[in-house]
């Protein structure tokens, strides 16, 4: 074990917090903390979670961040068994996952929550850029990693994939659309100043706050941590995860100005409006071409189905981000296009979907 306790714990009891190979536990003992949670590498399903890089990934990050952030973003690490495969964190409780309030109480009820999930990915790139060398270091002690051929391989699967599809829509990429996109996967790949540490899972299940009160946000799953261009991490504030429908739109509710002013701090590039927005915009792209690869199966979905919706608002949502920010302008006609066949296609998806009586910021997708 590393880190290990200086005092002696006996385990109380513990419950699973499904579906995910984590449990909360509770301890017995005059020195020991009420209660921690303990991450493993499962065995023996199909759907386990077997490789402990992820371990490895998130005992590294979490405790580079200890040392550039002070500790003040991430819960602590308190021990680790590799060989084991076990983690064991500091337990955040009683903050609750973001994500979980929102769909309970909707966006407007806790605009300060987004507040400080935005200023907190912020804070996360700002902390972490330009110690990329340092974090890999760290993380080269615990197993092999190669950090820019998983970056290239990622890139391109999402490349290929979209314009495959594309193709099948009728909507070939060619001529100046296919030079931007170029220029998108080399902006993403080479992300110069703005290459920054991230989750690799930048939604707003994976920030933990107070309900009421001080937000007090801690981030957590760290399990594919890796250095990125950091406006991929702003994404999730554009265009809908997942979870969501909608987000809104962030630069109306503020939240693109609380994260940009927590990246600025590490970044002062992020302050020159081209060059951030030539950061953002292909970053919003990448995804919306990622979410894209999910046509065929959409497709074959029955009418009504939230998820195609989803699809249509990621591709909008990407390209009016594009628009905003004056950039990209071949590549945001070409997604407009495949958008605009999609509800064709899909014609009980052809809604407006900015209207915010209809399709609130992070309406969920069922």
């Known amino acids: ?189 080479e992300p110069g100043p ?10 707003a299940n994976n920030i933990l706050l107070h309900a009421s009160g001080p937000a007090d946000a801690r981030l957590i799953d760290f399990e594919f941590a890796g250095y990125a261009h950091a406006l991929a991490d702003a994404v999730c504030l554009y265009i809908p995860c997942p979870a969501w429908i909608t987000v809104g739109n962030p630069t109306a509710t503020g939240l693109a100005g609380h994260y940009r002013r927590a990246l600025v701090r590490g970044i002062p590039e992020a302050a020159d409006d081209r060059r951030y927005g030539f950061g953002l915009a292909p970053a919003c792209m990448s995804w919306a071409l990622v979410r894209l690869q999910r046509f065929t199966l959409l497709d074959t979905r029955s009418p009504g189905d939230d998820s195609r919706l989803q699809l249509i608002e990621t591709l909008e949502a990407a390209a009016r981000t594009a628009q905003y920010h004056r950039t990209l302008p071949h590549l945001t006609t070409w997604v407009g296009r495949i958008a605009t066949l999609l509800r064709r296609r899909w014609p009980d998806s052809d809604q407006d979907l900015t209207d915010p009586a209809r399709f609130p910021p992070y309406r969920a997708r069922h």
């Open 194 to 203: 703005f290459l920054a540490l991230s989750n690799g899972d930048a939604e």
């Open 1 to 189: 074990m590393t880190d290990v306790y200086a005092f002696p714990v006996l385990v109380d009891c513990w419950e699973r917090l499904q579906p995910w190979a984590v449990a909360r536990v509770r301890l017995r003992g005059a020195a020991a903390p009420r209660s921690v949670v303990v991450k493993w590498v499962e065995t023996g399903s199909a759907e386990a979670r077997t490789a402990s890089w992820r371990l490895h990934n998130e005992y590294a990050a979490l405790q580079f961040l200890g040392d550039v952030a002070g500790g003040g973003l991430t819960p602590r690490v308190l021990a680790a068994d590799f060989a084991a495969g076990l983690l064991v964190l500091e337990d955040l409780a009683p903050r609750v996952a973001l994500d979980q309030l929102l769909r309970r109480d909707g966006a407007a009820t806790h605009r300060e929550r987004l507040a400080a999930f935005a200023h907190a990915r912020g804070e996360l790139s700002a902390a972490t850029a330009g110690q990329a060398a340092t974090y890999y270091a760290r993380r080269a002690e615990l197993g092999p990693i190669d950090p820019a051929a998983d970056r290239a391989g990622r890139l391109a699967r999402s490349r290929d994939g979209a314009v495959q599809h594309a193709v099948a829509l009728g909507v070939p990429l060619a001529g100046r659309a296919a030079a931007e996109l170029a220029a998108v996967l080399d902006e993403l790949y």
